[in-house]
């Protein structure tokens, strides 16, 4: 025992020392006042196991201390990267959130929590990040599972490991918009960017209403043109007749003259 807690608090040198001057005073406690050593082999035999445990004491004291300090190290960096995530997510103009699957006795899907929600999907969702966190979604947003049916998106999500990135219109809970939405499955739950693209939307209607106005101009003027066309024609007709009546004004008179010789 002694060489163990020499092991773990000053290192496996130290706990080395402490084996060799642990035989040293085992040897000597075996040696006859002589000065002749006891050498019996049930003597030999336990120091031989005396050494042999002390050494795997000191072996597995100090993997215990390596794999110690790894883990310290990789908590360490995680806690760091964690930290950068949130700094960096907090500081984007895009909505992020985390949510975590809530399940009922049999494995379905019932709701999710939020986890995590930065400023910009507060004020999009016109919540604080804070009143989201630790909350369930339905309970926060039913219109997730209505209308534009993202409940049901989201859970297909996690349950395929298909990502989406789609648009639509939400008009429920307050919020009424149009927005893009990005989902891909993170552990059990989903990792959601969303933004919203109303304004967009609205020129994307606008400029396909002028494109239709352009469209109804230039087929109205197409028919305007071809009518111009069919009274152009017309009065070629009528001014060829014409011109064949003037150049022969009494062709008539003399063709009803000779019948009547």
């Known amino acids: 025992a002694a060489v163990a807690v020499v092991a773990f608090l000053y290192g496996w040198k130290c706990g080395a020392l402490a084996v060799l001057l ?8 075996w040696t006859a006042p002589s000065g002749a050593p006891l ?4 003597n030999l035999a336990a120091l031989a196991i005396f050494a042999a445990v002390s050494g795997g004491l000191i072996w597995a004291i100090q993997r215990h201390r390596r794999l110690q300090a790894r883990s310290a190290d990789a908590l ?27 399940r009922d006795g049999g494995g379905r899907i019932v709701d999710f929590e939020w986890t995590y929600a930065n400023p910009a999907a507060g004020r999009l969702l016109k919540r604080a990040p804070e009143d989201l966190v630790g ?38 809970d307050g ?3 149009w927005f893009r939405n990005l989902a891909t499955k993170l552990e059990d739950g989903v990792a959601i960017w969303f933004m919203d693209v109303s304004s967009q939307k609205r020129l994307e209607a606008s400029l396909r209403a002028r494109s239709e106005e352009l469209q109804a101009e230039i087929a109205e003027r197409r028919r305007a043109e071809e009518d111009l066309k069919e009274a152009d024609r017309r009065k070629d007709v009528f001014l060829a007749t014409l011109a064949h009546e003037l150049r022969n004004p009494l062709a008539p008179v003399r063709n009803a003259a000779a019948l009547l010789r």
Do not use: K, M
Request: hydrophobic residues 50%; aromatic residues 8%; negative net charge.
């Open 175 to 177: 919020i009424d918009g």
């Open 76 to 102: 360490h960096r995680l806690e760091i990267a964690e930290r950068r995530f949130r700094v960096a997510q907090d500081a984007s103009e895009v909505a992020f959130t985390l949510l975590r699957a809530v």
């Open 39 to 42: 050498i019996e082999p049930q």
């Open 22 to 29: 642990g035989a040293f005073a085992v040897a000597w406690a």
């Open 135 to 172: 909350r369930r979604l339905l309970a926060r947003l039913p219109g997730n599972a209505q209308g534009a049916d993202l409940f049901q998106r989201y859970v297909r999500v996690v349950e395929t490991g298909e990502s989406h990135d789609i648009e639509l219109h939400y008009a429920a």
